[in-house]
């Protein structure tokens, strides 16, 4: 038996893909991930996973999880570096312990910086769209610099946790919509109510 035998959570594709790069067979085990797609992903690489759990963000999903799984064994959560405290903290405070493994880094590109600067002197935008709050942290500085081109443009956030990325880096009188499913079609949904 495996050290992840029975209840392994996470939260993204670069998760999925390091397990799959590990020859990890979840097979037979129970699994939580964030969002519709990263479950797809994962049940095209395990056709008998016991059960997946889909939730829109860490706190949704750990709540669904202390509700389907009441008992204390402990759960594993792959994560990339970055990743927030919201799993490991919520189990702990259900009296759950909670492996944690980091099994991917996001890198910024060396040449974002100008790249983004030219792309925001070329183009007018009307919604600048986070996926996620790394996303924010490693662009803010930059759109910070070029305020007066982005005054008007309306902020997206995929989510709760990179709306409050999004209102840390950039004031909370800004414009922003924040998608409550983490989905193309919950970008959509989101849009059209700014839009009206």
């Known amino acids: 038996k495996q050290w992840y035998q029975r209840r392994v959570r996470g939260t ?9 790069e590990q020859g990890i067979d979840l097979n ?21 996973m016991e059960s997946v759990t889909i939730a829109r963000n860490a706190k ?3 709540q669904e999880l202390l509700e389907k799984f009441p008992s204390s064994k402990p759960w594993t959560f792959f994560k990339g570096e970055k990743s927030l405290e919201t799993v490991p903290v919520t189990l ?6 909670c492996r944690c493994v ?14 983004l ?11 600048i769209v986070f996926f996620s709050p790394s996303g924010v942290e490693y662009t803010a500085d930059v759109l910070n610099l ?5 005054e008007s ?22 414009k922003l919509g924040v998608c409550e499913n983490p989905t193309p079609a919950g970008l959509v949904d989101v849009l059209q109510k700014i839009m009206g």
């Open 102 to 115: 980091t099994v991917y880094a996001v890198t910024v590109r060396s040449d974002m910086s100008g790249a």
């Open 153 to 174: 443009a309306v902020f997206v956030a995929f989510g709760p946790s990179t709306a409050n990325a999004v209102r840390s880096h950039f004031g909370e009188n800004k």
């Open 60 to 62: 949704e999903l750990c």
């Open 12 to 20: 993204s594709k670069h998760s999925v893909q390091y397990l799959i």
């Open 146 to 150: 070029h305020s007066g081109l982005i």
């Open 92 to 97: 702990s405070d259900n009296h759950v312990s």
């Open 117 to 127: 600067s030219h792309l925001l002197e070329a183009e007018v935008f009307d919604f």
């Open 28 to 48: 037979g085990v129970d699994v939580g991930v964030v969002g519709p797609a990263t479950a797809v992903f994962m049940k095209e690489q395990w056709e008998s």
